[in-house]
């Protein structure tokens, strides 16, 4: 049995057998070749190489076609590399006089070159593992002759295990077979994490190498609320979780009583619950769940896993589905927050001609980005517009950070807004426009911000990362990032009373307020609107249905005298779990 201890990211316990992601997926073989059928099998190297260069180039004709020159100029690295005479020798002479198998020979040199990519100082240099990687991967599959298993075509139910998993790459795991998953890699705020609290699967990220460890096939517990996960579990420990899923699996089917109750408190205080979504569809389900509207809509998700920009009508289309199921219930369409972990892989930013950034999260991200790329940006709100003539649409612009940059974009708006208009386009004219409160600087300017939008939606994945300079999806730094650190509490302390008195609409839509825990603590400091996953809905509501505002007041004073993240979560814990101590299991 092996216990690895990871970051807990998504709720939940997941008991299931092993897929690894990745290296493992390709059989290659290790036995070595007869001498005499060495040159057979360099010529089958030969011609996987020459297929191999061959697939690649009609995928660059593909794009150029679609996108134009400059953006088939990605190809160029991996088609140098795959043609290097270099290359070729040294995988040929691992055939020739090591006899190994072709796609041994091929596994062992471009391991070796990313290898020494790896290790060059220049960051330019180091982007290249992944391509020598991709180029590998391309290499065997034309070998073995087979496409790469992909867990998007999965068959049966299995823990995925992955050194990384992209935002779009876990939301394109089938929620039908993949009961949790496990990456090697991750902080607690990257998109991946939040991806899989949306789709509701347990996971655990950050753990750090392991995958060597384990084979495809074992049985593998993932605790995705203590970020521990089980290789191989012995019969007590896997009795002991057997037990504890069960009885997560009651209290879900106890929380559905609440679907159709308000989310009031026992003194009588509404406080109203919305959901986050990343996917169209997912609205479907936050209203299964009872929520009162859309909080949040990640529209950046329109953007990844693929490779073509999309059109002002599939926007459209997207908005309108959302609308359908919500009905008269408000939407926010948050405007693409693209950037930081969010690359709709390497084709956009060269497209848009971006510049490596050596701090993607302080650079040219989101609401800059829009700015930048007028076209992008104005698409989008055409869209968004349009849509606003079918239903209770917002709109809200992520990571502002001046209030140029607020201005900027509700000058775009405006423009858009006449753009239609003059086309006779309807659109709703007085929709709501507000911004998310995510960078330290607007909880500083709040007074500033406030007479100029309609409402305000605090972002605390952002806000506690900027405020406690930790990389938000950094595993190494992952015990600065923790939303009941001190400073982060006051700044929120500071937003919410800024706002009430400003009569401004505030609600909180970060990780933060999807998590019991911090659920007395926010009501206490005067939060009412909490924008949540699907998933955590009903327990809020039941956190939210089982005290009182005064009990909340009186624990967040206490919380605001203490002076260390740690002391504050056990606290929060502690009386969370005083009132409802079926919540224990949360760490
Ligand atoms: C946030 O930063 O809290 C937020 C809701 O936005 P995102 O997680 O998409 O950056
Ligand atoms: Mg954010």
Not at 266 to 277: A, C, E, K, M, P
Request: glycine share 8%.
């Amino acid at each position: 049995m092996l216990r690895l201890q990871g970051i807990a990211v998504s709720s939940g316990i997941a008991i299931g057998e092993a897929m690894v992601l990745g290296r493992e997926t390709f059989d290659v073989p290790d036995h070595l070749i007869e001498g005499t059928a060495v040159e057979e099998e360099i010529r089958r190297f030969r011609e996987a190489l020459e297929s191999a260069v061959g697939e690649l180039s009609r995928q660059r004709d593909a794009v150029i076609r679609e996108l134009g020159q400059r953006s088939g100029s990605i190809f160029n690295a991996h088609l140098e590399i795959l043609q290097d005479a270099k290359l070729r020798e040294d995988i040929e002479s691992l055939i020739r006089e090591r006899h190994h198998a072709p796609e041994r020979a091929v596994s062992r040199v471009l391991r070796r070159y990313a290898d020494v990519f790896r290790r060059l100082p220049n960051p330019n240099f180091a982007e290249r593992v992944n391509d020598v990687y991709d180029i590998e991967r391309l290499l065997l599959r034309s070998l073995l002759g087979q496409p790469h298993r992909e867990v998007f075509e999965l068959q049966s139910p299995v823990v995925v295990l992955a050194a990384n998993l992209t935002p779009s790459e876990t939301a394109r795991l089938d929620r039908r077979f993949v009961q949790g998953f496990v990456t090697e890699t991750g902080g607690p705020g990257g998109h991946t994490a939040i991806v899989a609290q949306g789709l509701g699967i347990p996971a655990v990220v950050g753990t750090g190498p392991f995958l060597g460890e384990v084979s495809g096939g074992d049985t593998i517990i993932v605790d995705g609320d203590r970020g521990l996960v089980i290789v191989s579990p012995d019969n007590v420990t896997l009795e002991e979780y057997r037990a504890q899923s069960r009885a997560i699996a009651a209290l879900q089917v106890e929380l559905r009583d609440l679907r159709g109750l308000p989310a009031e408190t026992r003194d009588g205080t509404r406080i109203h619950l919305l959901g986050n979504i990343e996917f169209p569809q997912e609205a479907e389900t936050c209203l299964e769940q009872g929520a009162e509207g859309i909080g949040l809509y990640r529209t950046e998700f329109l953007y990844l896993g693929r490779s073509t920009l999309p059109q002002e009508e599939e926007h459209y289309q997207a908005y309108c589905q959302v609308i359908r199921s919500m009905g008269d219930r408000p939407v926010t369409v948050r405007t693409f927050d693209l950037g930081a972990d969010k690359v709709p892989h390497e084709w956009l930013p060269r497209q848009l001609g971006w510049e490596t950034e050596s701090n993607p999260c302080l650079g040219l991200r989101s609401i800059r980005l829009a700015l930048r790329h007028l076209p992008l940006f104005r698409s989008q709100l055409r869209a968004i517009l349009r849509a606003s003539a079918l239903g209770r649409v917002e709109i809200m612009f992520p990571l502002i950070a001046t209030l140029a940059e607020l201005r900027q974009a509700k000058f775009v708006v405006a423009d858009v807004m006449e753009e239609l208009a003059e086309a006779g386009i309807p659109f709703r004219r007085e929709i709501p426009i507000g911004m998310m409160v995510e960078v330290p600087s607007t909880v500083v300017m709040l007074d500033r911000f406030l007479p100029e939008v309609d409402f305000i939606s605090i972002g605390t994945n952002d806000l506690l990362q900027y405020t406690m300079a930790v990389d938000r999806t950094n595993r190494a730094v992952v015990s600065l990032y923790n939303a009941a650190e001190p400073a982060l509490i006051r700044l929120l302390s500071q937003a919410l009373a800024t706002a009430q008195e400003h009569g401004v609409p505030v609600g909180l839509c970060g990780q933060m307020s999807s998590s019991p825990i911090y659920t007395m603590l926010l009501i206490g400091l005067g939060l009412r609107q909490f924008s949540v996953t699907a998933g955590a809905i009903l327990e809020i509501k039941k956190v939210c249905r089982s005290v009182t505002v005064a009990q909340c007041r009186m624990v967040a004073k206490r919380a605001m005298e203490m002076e260390n993240a740690r002391d504050i979560r056990a606290y929060l814990r502690e009386e969370l779990v005083s009132i409802l101590p079926e919540f224990s299991r949360l760490p």
